[in-house]
């Protein structure tokens, strides 16, 4: 067995060691989701972490690891006797694989005892193996939702509920959730993210003498792992030590109603929605007390807890760029602590409500009658902002146009791939076939079983082979195996190629345009599509976004376009077509849906047409925004060209109800392509 990294061997990343310590200290804190560049030793922390929790006793031959001294009334292995016997092992550290199918996470229908003895038997999956130890996903981002939404009912709930294949089974399954992402590699979605009780965000050390410390320490792991574990053996058995004393300290520690409303104004204060925000942190805080062994949470706890347990809930937008609000978290942090002082002392006199004890305006610097964003260079204080200061955080002047901004997004149609897919990345988009969704019919398995067995179809298999026996029983073979065939949706790759030409550069059209693409990246998100975008003006076209499941560089990238020159619209489809053949060979599965957001004009390079051949079998929509009294309907001979779609910009928008799929199947093997009106 491979000796772990020793915890106390880690150098830096304190925010992620307390983190990590809190909840092995309060599994009911909630977890930790870890955010961080590759190569930042996420999952060599997590992975020391399993060595420090204490040995855990359980029912001997139990596989759900009940407690003996108060076992599962509902043990599928139950029940268990009060004087059962028992034995010591280790805490579980229990890995959750990005390709795991349901039925490993929660477990299934035994078939070999049901197909074989005729038993209704219950296999166990994952969350019963790390029921009292810890459980770590790897890419919890990359994770389905649908399983994401599993781990984390569990671990909120304490239990897992198995309804499928025919078996009802509930289990204890209390554990230790942690995940770790690479946020290059897209974000999950803001829902998921609340529900880990703490989010922190890691990064390489900046510093030369701690990055030559970080080399040195591994070099030395590597070169024997045994001596290097025996460096820190004394630091280990300490920590281990101290989490044992924290769990047993950890009842007694009382919450004060002071620092229970300091908890709600901070939350307010922070902006905040919903309650869990407040629960998450009221327990950090106690699981904080009881880490530095004191039985009363004090203000200065219920900080801590909060730099860990709120930043990530602020995000407003679910496409906003995430990360940590220090500024605002320090004001929400003040202004909870003017509002005790305030409540302290109701008597004192406060001629100006509005002002601090120092004074000042609550409204911070820069926000007063002297430097509000309404003081023009008059006044003597800084210019007002630009819209490219807004847009680009810079202050100085470019040859180039501002850029226009997005309005509002809005619910655009939904664009679809009409062909089926095989369903090779679950997703809401276009229709496949797929391992989850409406059954539609059953197969014979080409190999290994691919998605859930057809149990109806396999016994009528079974029957018609003659398999019924004299007995009463049935000799069910493998060779009668059948298994479901089901429709859902599937994510699709999701290619912008916006026309960025002068003949696009008036501000209303192209704030328009910036509008209509928003809410298609919005719709992207929403349906887990991976999306990228090509840009084309001057003499070429621009990759500006390469095919990434990180949609917020996206929005990003949208709000800095800037327009202006000729248009290439030639050299916009030859990157379109060189970027979806890429894709195409990095992931075949992927089908790709191409937007064309253009007026149809090409005032540089060759004539786009000829053109069209390379992008064939790709589902193609143009955009077209052509607007005036007068049109030319270029976009419309491209869309033909192209065997596309055309939806006008002014169309984009999805009606209330009974609006119908923009895009036609362009699919070699299925040719009826529609056009929208």
Same mark, same amino acid.
């Given at each position: ?10 150098? &830096? ?12 200290? %309060? ?14 030793? #996420? ?9 420090l ?12 690891a =009940? ?7 509902? =043990? ?5 006797? !009060? ?10 550290? !229990?890995?959750?694989? +990005? ?8 477990g ?5 005892? *049901? ?54 089974? #509930? ?7 942690v ?6 590699? &897209?974000?999950?979605?803001?829902? $998921? ?10 990064? *390489? ?43 047993? $300290? ?19 204060a ?8 407040d629960?998450?942190?009221?327990r ?11 039985v009363?949470?004090t203000?200065d ?17 679910? $496409? ?8 605002? $978290? ?7 602590e ?22 000042? %305006? ?10 509000? /964003? ?7 204080g ?5 819209e ?5 955080g ?9 850029? *226009? ?7 655009? @149609? ?15 988009? %276009?229709?496949a076939?797929a ?23 396999t ?9 019924l026996q ?7 073979? /493998? ?16 290619l912008?190629? !916006? ?39 001057g ?12 949609h917020?560089?996206?929005v ?33 599965? @992927? ?9 149809? @004009? ?20 143009? +955009?077209?925004?052509?607007?005036? /009294?007068?049109?030319l ?23 209330? %109800? ?7 199947p ?6 009826a ?5």
């Amino acid at each position: 067995m491979t000796t772990p990294y020793p915890f106390s061997a880690v150098v &830096g990343l304190d925010d992620l060691r307390l983190a990590l310590l809190l909840t092995s200290v %309060s599994p009911a804190v909630g977890g930790v989701l870890v955010r961080g560049e590759k190569g930042t030793a #996420k999952s060599t922390v997590v992975r020391a972490l399993a060595g420090l929790l204490p040995a855990v006793t359980v029912v001997r031959g139990c596989r759900f690891a =009940c407690d003996p001294a108060a076992p599962d009334a509902q =043990c599928p292995d139950g029940p268990h006797a !009060v004087d059962s016997p028992a034995e010591h092992r280790p805490s579980a550290l !229990v890995e959750l694989p +990005v390709g795991a199918t349901e039925d490993r996470v929660v477990g299934t229908l035994d078939l070999q005892r *049901a197909l074989a003895d005729g038993v209704k038997a219950y296999e166990p999956g994952l969350l019963a193996a790390a029921h009292r130890g810890v459980l770590y996903v790897d890419e919890v981002n990359l994770l389905p939702d649908h399983l994401v939404d599993l781990l984390l009912d569990a671990a909120a709930m304490g239990r897992a509920h198995v309804e499928r294949d025919g078996v009802s089974v #509930k289990h204890a399954a209390r554990f230790l959730l942690v995940g770790t992402m690479n946020p290059e590699e &897209g974000e999950p979605r803001p829902q $998921l993210v609340d529900r880990f009780g703490l989010v922190v965000t890691v990064a *390489a050390p900046r510093d030369a003498t701690l990055r030559a410390e970080v080399v040195r320490r591994r070099l030395a792991y590597e070169a024997d792992p045994a001596a290097f574990a025996a460096r820190f053996a004394a630091d280990e058995r300490e920590y281990a030590a101290r989490i044992a004393a924290a769990r047993a $300290l950890l009842p007694t520690v009382v919450l004060p109603d002071a620092e229970l409303d300091r908890i709600a104004r901070v939350c307010l204060a922070y902006g905040v929605d919903g309650m869990r925000a407040d629960i998450v942190v009221a327990r950090c805080a106690v699981a904080m007390a009881a880490w530095h062994g004191r039985v009363r949470v004090t203000a200065d706890d219920v900080r801590d807890a909060a730099r860990l347990a709120l930043p990530h809930r602020r995000r407003t937008d679910p $496409l906003d760029p995430p990360g940590t609000d220090e500024e605002k $978290l320090d004001e929400a942090l003040a202004e909870a602590e003017r509002q005790a002082e305030r409540d302290a002392a109701p008597d004192d006199p406060d001629p100006d409500p509005d002002s601090d004890p120092d004074g000042g %305006s609550d409204n911070g610097p820069g926000d007063g009658p002297e430097n509000g /964003p309404d003081r023009g260079p008059q006044g003597g204080g800084a210019p007002a902002r630009t819209e490219q200061d807004d847009a680009t955080g810079q202050g100085h002047q470019t040859p180039a146009a501002p850029p *226009a901004r997005p309005g509002a997004a809005f619910r655009p @149609r939904t664009l679809r791939i009409s062909a089926r897919g095989d369903g090779g990345h679950t997703g809401r988009r %276009s229709p496949a076939y797929a391992r989850r969704g409406r059954v539609i019919g059953s197969r014979r398995p080409t190999g290994k079983l691919s998605g859930a067995p057809h149990l109806p179809a396999t016994l009528r298999a079974a029957l018609h082979r003659g398999a019924l026996q004299a007995t009463g029983g049935m000799d069910v073979q /493998p060779r009668d195996l059948r298994e479901a065939i089901h429709v859902g949706r599937e994510a699709n790759l999701v290619l912008f190629v !916006v026309d960025a030409s002068g003949s696009m550069a008036a501000r209303k059209r192209m704030t328009l345009v910036k509008t209509a693409v928003l809410s298609l990246l919005r719709d992207a998100y929403q349906r887990r599509d991976r999306v990228g975008m090509i840009t084309f003006r001057g003499a070429e076209a621009d990759v500006v976004l390469p095919p990434t499941s990180s949609h917020e560089v996206g929005v990003l990238r949208l709000a800095a376009l800037r327009t202006g020159g000729r248009t290439p619209l030639a050299a916009g489809l030859r990157a379109a077509a060189r970027t979806i053949a890429t894709e195409r060979r990095r992931d075949p599965r @992927r089908r790709p849906l191409l937007v064309l957001v253009t007026d149809g @004009r090409a005032t540089s390079g060759p004539d786009p047409l000829p053109l069209a051949t390379a992008l064939s079998g790709v589902t193609t929509v143009v +955009v077209d925004c052509e607007s005036g /009294p007068i049109r030319l309907g270029l976009a419309r001979r491209l869309a033909t060209a192209l065997r596309a779609d055309v939806m006008p910009l002014d169309r984009l928008e999805a009606a209330t %109800s009974g609006h119908r799929p923009a895009a036609g199947p362009v699919n070699p093997a299925d040719r009826a392509y529609r056009r929208a009106a």
